[in-house]
């Protein structure tokens, strides 16, 4: 079922308190927060920053917003005032903030995919050698009180979504390889090294980049992964092993989230169509952390 079309690459829902919802929209166009209310009928630009990619909300209602375009982090409110909050990691400048989440430590954790926009996409194209090209995806653990900003890893072949899961661990994914990673919760902290947990690559995968994008987990301890090029949300169980693949209309989603305590649906940003897609999935999320 389509919960609400007409938006521009479309990507980072979260569900607000009030059940209305906040995504952003990529497209070179809008390069905006947008506010969608709960039936998905009025729709409302917050600010237009640039190119943001992930979103997270913290206790306070203040967004946070991984900004591609300008590589930044950047604090915004509903009334679309915003700051920039951090450009770089003890002077080792962000490269393409991607996606933002709350841990129970309070900390807010960023992926960074490693490579400038700019030298991924090219004339609107993405360059035909991307496997090939030079990455350094991160892993960034903030303190939004402070500033203090610490690197829990690097190295990744485009890092992109990541979740904190019902056993404590943060899982990111690698969007070249398709691979799902683990970091284990241990004494209150990350730690490394990671460890692969699932790929979610089909074997009958087309050509063309494809790969892991947002994810959230369910209450039932199962990882739903969004899969750009692959048009599915591709379910990981406990195992790391694919359970389930969730078609889509469109080839190209980005993120998910789940509905309201009780609604058991997920909705998924898509960017082809355009729209935020919702499904029946019989399972409620596992709960954002608020910092």
Known sequence: ???????????????????????????????CVTHIDKEGKQKKVIAKT???????????????????????????????????????????EFLFPNDLV???????????????????????????????????GRVYKIDTKTKQITKIDSGILFTNGLVFGPDGNLYVDETITGNVYRYQWTDGEVVGPREEFGNVIAP???PGFTGP????????????????????????????????RIKLEGKLPTNCAFGPEGSKKLYVTEVEFGRMEVFDVGVDGFPLYKG
């Open 1 to 31: 079922m389509i919960f609400v079309d007409g938006i521009g690459e479309p990507e980072g829902p979260v569900l607000l308190e009030d059940e209305s919802w906040v995504i952003v929209e990529m497209s070179s166009d809008r390069g």
């Open 50 to 92: 640039g190119r943001p990619n992930g979103l997270a909300v913290d206790k306070e209602g203040t967004i946070w917003v991984a900004e591609s375009m300008v590589p930044s982090l950047l604090r915004l409110t509903m009334d679309g005032k915003y700051e920039v909050f951090l450009t770089d990691a003890n002077d080792e």
């Open 102 to 136: 709350f841990g129970p430590d309070g900390y807010l954790y960023m992926t960074d995919s490693g490579i400038l926009f700019d030298d991924l996409v090219i004339n609107g194209e993405l360059r035909s050698d991307y496997k090939e090209a030079k990455y350094d």
């Open 204 to 206: 009958d995968a087309l």
């Open 213 to 244: 994008d947002g994810m959230k987990f369910g209450l039932n301890g199962h990882l739903y992964v969004t899969v750009y090029g692959q048009g599915d949300v591709t379910v990981l169980g406990k195992d790391g092993k694919v359970s389930e």
